[in-house]
């Protein structure tokens, strides 16, 4: 089983609409949790940490559920502009890496 | 990331070849990262350098070499024994560790190709 798995995609959806990826992770010791938006061909950038309470920014909120090991980002209100990857980003436990996974693809369309 | 720079943005090598990914941040940060991306694939830890003077293999280091003289700066080889060089190259800085995990933040990168 992979450290971190999510569904590549990619998710078609109009504008307007709430969209929700997950995100597995292997390893139950793990407590960092983070997600990243990366547009084509640039970096990834921070998008919010995910909490163990879940917390929310704007239209994004994320969610940790710790039981079935994976975390979740949901965009609400969807805007042409969030057209990216997403990609989520856990630590390995007793190690200073974040283990990345390969990303899922959002395109929001007219 | 403002405070991370890497350069070149694109650079080709030829065979045989061993060439120099440059990555400075004026963060303060502790730990630096090189990363590479294939496409449709995730990044792949190549070294990490958590404090001056030490760096360690990430899960792909082969046919890379790394130095951390200088808080500030953390370039990467790519060597002649890397075979399948060409990648987006990814530079990333964080505080540390020290409890909780912080996160990540990233240069723009380095796009090599093979000539």
């Known amino acids: 089983r992979k450290e971190v798995e999510q569904d590549p995609g990619p998710f078609n959806v109009p504008e307007g609409a709430t969209v929700a990826f997950n995100c597995t992770y292997s390893n139950s010791a793990s407590q960092s949790f983070f997600w990243y938006r990366q547009d084509c061909r640039k970096e990834p950038k921070l998008l919010m940490s995910v909490y163990s309470s879940g917390n929310e920014d704007g239209r994004f909120t994320a969610q940790l559920n710790r039981a079935s090991q994976y975390i979740s980002l949901l965009i609400r209100d969807s805007k042409l502009s969030d057209s990216a990857t997403y990609l989520c980003?856990?630590?390995?436990?007793?190690?200073?890496?974040?283990?990345f996974g390969t990303g899922t693809r959002l395109q929001v369309f007219p | 990331d403002g405070g991370i720079t890497q350069s070149p943005k694109y650079l080709f090598r030829k065979e045989g070849q061993n060439v120099t990914l440059s990555c400075e941040q004026n963060?303060?940060?502790?730990?630096m990262y090189w990363y590479r991306q294939d496409p449709g694939q995730g990044l792949r830890l190549i070294y990490y350098s958590q404090i001056v003077n030490d760096f360690q293999k990430g899960d792909i280091a082969e046919g890379y070499s790394v130095s951390r003289e200088k808080k500030e700066s953390f370039p990467l080889t790519v060597t002649s024994a890397q075979k399948n060089p060409t990648a987006f190259y990814l530079c990333?800085?964080?505080?540390?560790?020290?409890?909780?995990?912080?996160?990540?933040?990233f240069g723009d990168g380095t796009r090599l190709s093979i000539l």
């Open positions: 980003a856990v630590n390995r436990p007793n190690t200073d890496k974040l283990i």
């Open positions: 990333a800085t964080g505080p540390g560790t020290g409890g909780a995990y912080q996160p990540q933040h």
């Open positions: 963060l303060n940060h502790d730990a």
